[in-house]
C-alpha cells in the first residue's frame, strides 16, 4: 500500500505578489494546470492516490478547485489553518491523518521526479531513520545549497553541497512531541534529526524547479510545458 502525501499549500506566497492577492500560489498556473494539479497528477501516475492538503490564506479557493480529488482518481482532504503554522506546524497539526511514514511536498515545486521512487524508500526505510530527503543540484538562485549527501546519509554542509528539492519522507514521530497549532519549522527538526545521523538522502538529476517567484513561473511555463 503506498503512503499518505501531504501537500504544503499554506504558504501567502509573499514573493509572488500581486499574483497571490486574489490566488493562493498552489493555484498559480503552469501550462493548462495550476502547480498544486502537477502535483496531484503525478501522484496519482505513481501510485499514490491518498493526500492531505493542507491551507490557509485563501484556502477555500483550493478546496473548491480540488474538490475531494475523485476527478483526479485521488482522495484528498484537507488541513485548514487560520494561520499558516510552517512546515513542522503544519505537519504537526494533519498528523493523525497522514499514517506512518508519510510524503511530504512543497506545492510549488515543479517537478519530473518519479514519486514511485517515494514508496519504494518507505517499504524499505531502515528502523535508525526519521527522514529521507530529495535533494538536487544548487539553482542559481540558491548556489550555497542546503546539506551534503555521503553514501545516501545526509549531512551538513560540507565539501559539494545539495539543494532539498521539499520533497521528503517521514517517520510520524518527529513531529509527534510538536504542540499542535504553534507555528513551527522544519529545519531545526532536520538539521537535529541529521546530526544524530537519522536522515537518509537521494540525489535527483531530473527536471526540478521552486516556483518562488514570478520570474520563476515564466520560466517553468517556458521550460517544462
Known amino acids: 500500500m503506498s503512503p499518505v502525501a501531504m501537500i504544503l ?19 498559480l498556473t503552469v501550462g493548462a494546470r495550476p502547480l498544486i494539479e502537477w502535483t496531484i497528477v503525478a501522484l496519482v501516475a505513481n501510485g499514490v492516490t491518498d493526500l492531505v492538503i493542507n491551507h490557509a490564506w485563501l484556502g477555500e479557493q483550493i478546496e473548491r478547485h480540488l474538490g475531494d480529488g475523485s476527478r483526479y482518481g485521488a482522495r484528498i482532504a484537507y488541513s485548514p489553518e487560520t494561520r499558516a503554522l510552517e512546515t513542522a506546524g503544519g505537519i504537526r497539526q494533519a498528523l493523525e491523518r497522514l499514517g506512518d511514514p508519510f510524503i511530504v511536498i512543497n506545492s510549488d515545486v515543479f517537478t519530473d521526479y518519479p514519486y514511485a521512487r517515494l514508496c519504494a524508500s518507505a517499504s524499505r526505510m531502515p528502523a535508525r531513520c526519521d527522514a529521507h530527503l530529495v535533494l538536487v543540484d544548487n ?15 545526509v549531512a551538513e554542509r ?19 512531541d510538536l504542540t499542535a497549532g504553534e507555528a513551527i519549522p522544519l529545519a531545526p527538526l532536520l538539521r537535529a534529526a541529521i546530526a544524530r545521523g537519522a536522515v537518509s538522502g537521494e540525489h535527483f538529476q531530473g527536471r526540478w524547479a521552486d516556483i518562488g517567484t514570478p520570474e520563476r513561473l515564466t520560466l517553468a511555463a517556458r521550460e517544462f510545458t
Open 9 to 27: 499549500a499554506a504558504g501567502r506566497g509573499e514573493r509572488m505578489r500581486p499574483l497571490t492577492d486574489h490566488t493562493p500560489k498552489p493555484l
Open 139 to 153: 539553482p542559481s538562485h540558491h548556489r550555497q545549497g542546503d546539506f551534503s549527501l555521503h553514501d545516501e546519509r
Open 158 to 176: 560540507c565539501g559539494h553541497t545539495l539543494t532539498f528539492a521539499g520533497i521528503g519522507l517521514y517517520r510520524a514521530r518527529l513531529f509527534r
